[in-house]
């Protein structure tokens, strides 16, 4: 409701008088939509993060999509049919028995280096360097693959100079 492209983009479409359907916790956002009479906006709960509230968005558009007719009736029939077995899964991986905890109970605490092969696997690893970063806290580092046997390969082969006088 207040990241100053949003703003932006709602202040062109009312330059160009464009429909706009607008979701938001609040703020600047919800503000603007009022003061220009545009009444077609959903009001979202305060207080979630964005990463953390995308699937509460997403489903919204979704719905919202269906209702003006551009997303037909067996998705949103799907959307509903999964949330039951989505929710079981969530109960799975948040046991202590899980590869998600075990994982991170491994990395806690750690710089990580992350290599990926080129092509979709470094977007892969780009991402969750960036999850690392954001949602943990804890530095850690990406290279694709071919990168890390062409330069960075010689790094490992020497030892550094922490390492010569440990």
């Given amino acids: ?24 916790t609040g703020g600047k956002l919800l503000e603007l939509l009022k003061k220009m009479n545009y009444n077609n906006y959903v009001k979202m709960p305060e207080g979630l993060q964005p990463r953390a509230a995308i699937g509460y968005s ?13 997303v037909n009736n067996k998705l949103i029939y799907d959307l509903e049919n999964s949330i039951e077995p989505l929710a079981k899964k969530a109960e799975e991986y948040s046991t202590k028995n899980s590869i998600a905890y075990l994982i991170a109970e491994k990395i806690y605490d750690k710089n990580s280096i992350i290599y990926a ?14 999850q690392l970063a954001e949602n943990s806290k804890i530095l850690s580092f990406n290279n694709m693959i071919p990168e890390m046997n062409h330069n960075e390969i010689e790094a490992f082969t020497e030892k550094t100079k922490l390492q010569k006088n440990l």
């Avoid at 207040?2 to 202040?11: F, G, P, Q, R, S």
């Avoid at 997403?58 to 551009?70: D, H, P, S, V």
């Fill in 58 to 70: 997403f489903t919204m558009m979704l719905k919202l999509l269906n209702q003006i007719e551009l």
């Fill in 117 to 130: 092969e080129n092509g979709i696997f470094d977007i892969i690893a780009y991402r969750l360097r960036c």
């Fill in 1 to 24: 409701g207040n990241t100053e492209e949003t703003l932006i983009a709602c202040e062109k479409c009312i330059e160009n008088k464009s429909k706009i359907i607008g979701f938001t």
